[in-house]
């Protein structure tokens, strides 16, 4: 079995600095990994994954998470956050073998102070 | 990618009855998810709803208090039944598109129960 654990429920940071929001995974096989992101009053939206290849997994908008298979880490990463970040952010993995459903961390909350 | 819609976005409903949600996709897909998200906590998957089959409850949801109705590849239907308080909830329908179980989300629907 699968499981995600995200070690910050919340993250307060001012705006334009950086910040890292922690994800560590647990898996006895190869998985896949994805960053989901809920703006306030909206649905999640799928901000980055992992699949295969580099290790190093960009989004649109300046957000990067790196997979670390010995670390069994996926932390995301931004080097200068926007008020527009202000959101809570899902850490997710699911296993490559077969059909196996996704696993969600419970979130961590990104409040950007002005 | 996918667009997803959910009815009714919000319900303030009473105990021991029952509120059927839907949920609408722009295009056919082979796989449904419908989760529970409840305040402060991470999602919760309750149920798959493949077309044409039975849906697949995980532990702890049972079809006589989640009813799913899976018509076609585009459309499905979670009931919640005989409502409770602690029934209330963001409910989520997604789909997944691709190999990589990445999954789209509908906006929610905010329930709750007096």
């Known amino acids: 079995a699968q499981s995600v654990t995200q070690l910050d429920s919340q993250v307060p940071v001012f705006e334009e600095a950086p910040v890292e929001l922690r994800c560590n995974y647990s898996?006895?096989?190869?998985?896949?990994l994805f960053w989901y992101v809920q703006y306030p009053n909206q649905g999640l939206q799928l901000l980055l994954k992992?699949?295969?290849?580099?290790?190093l997994v960009e989004s649109i908008n300046g957000f990067e998470a790196e997979f670390n298979k010995s670390q069994t880490s996926f932390h995301l990463r931004k080097p200068s956050v926007h008020i527009s970040d202000t959101a809570e952010y899902f850490c997710?993995?699911?296993?490559?073998?077969?059909?196996?459903?996704?696993?969600f961390g419970i979130g961590t909350k990104l409040q950007v102070i002005p | 990618s996918a667009v997803i819609s959910q009815k009714p976005s919000r319900d303030i409903c009473q105990r021991g009855t029952s509120l059927t949600i839907q949920c609408q996709v722009d295009s056919q897909v082979t796989m449904m998810f419908w989760y529970r998200q409840q305040p402060g906590q991470s999602l919760t998957l309750i149920a798959t709803?493949?077309?044409?089959?039975?849906?697949?409850?995980e532990s702890g949801f049972v079809i006589d208090k989640f009813p799913i109705s899976r018509p076609n590849l585009t459309f499905s239907t979670l009931t919640v039944s005989n409502m409770s308080p602690e029934d209330s909830s963001i409910y989520l329908c997604?789909?997944?598109?691709?190999?990589?179980?990445?999954?789209?989300f509908g906006p929610g629907t905010r329930l709750t129960v007096t």
């Open positions: 898996s006895s096989v190869s998985v896949y």
């Open positions: 997710a993995v699911s296993e490559r073998r077969g059909y196996q459903k996704v696993t």
């Open positions: 709803a493949n077309q044409g089959s039975e849906a697949t409850y």
């Open positions: 997604s789909v997944e598109t691709g190999a990589s179980h990445e999954q789209y």
């Open positions: 992992y699949l295969s290849g580099s290790t």
